[in-house]
């Protein structure tokens, strides 16, 4: 079965369930299991500091990914991550640390959903 493994942070979490792939998925009557991650309490203090930890972070998420496949035979062939801003970083990270397989596909989008 597939899964959706959605990062993001709280201040675009909705908006961007509404118009992205993570849109195109809830849109459809397939059958998959959705995951979010909200990275918001980890990026509560400054940036810098914040970009420091996303290798912790994404490292945490690649563990937590590994103990699925593990205990919950979860194929990381079937999982598609989709990161927002920090969250495409979080996303590299954890398909770079992942043990148990290789994740079947990462999506990635920097862009800020801010407008300036």
Same mark, same amino acid.
């Given at each position: 079965?597939k899964?959706?493994?959605?990062i993001?942070d709280?201040?675009?979490?909705?908006?961007?369930?509404?118009? *992205?792939?993570?849109?195109?998925? $809830?849109?459809? !009557?397939n059958?998959? /299991?959705?995951?979010?991650?909200?990275?918001?309490?980890? @990026?509560?203090?400054?940036?810098?500091?914040?970009?420091?930890?996303v290798?912790?972070?994404?490292?945490?998420? *690649?563990r937590?990914?590994?103990? $699925?496949?593990? !205990?919950?035979?979860m /194929?990381?062939?079937?999982?598609h991550?989709?990161?927002y @801003?920090?969250g495409?970083?979080i996303?590299?990270?954890a398909?770079?640390?992942?043990?148990?397989?290789?994740?079947?596909?990462?999506t990635?989008? $920097?862009?800020?959903?801010?407008?300036h």
């Amino acid at each position: 079965m597939k899964v959706i493994l959605f990062i993001t942070d709280s201040k675009r979490q909705n908006n961007l369930k509404k118009a *992205s792939p993570v849109a195109a998925y $809830l849109s459809q !009557n397939n059958s998959f /299991n959705y995951i979010e991650m909200l990275w918001n309490e980890a @990026s509560s203090s400054y940036y810098g500091f914040f970009r420091g930890r996303v290798g912790a972070i994404g490292q945490t998420l *690649s563990r937590i990914l590994d103990n $699925l496949v593990e !205990n919950y035979r979860m /194929n990381l062939s079937a999982v598609h991550m989709i990161g927002y @801003s920090a969250g495409a970083h979080i996303a590299g990270e954890a398909g770079r640390y992942v043990t148990k397989g290789v994740i079947g596909r990462i999506t990635g989008n $920097l862009r800020s959903s801010k407008s300036h």
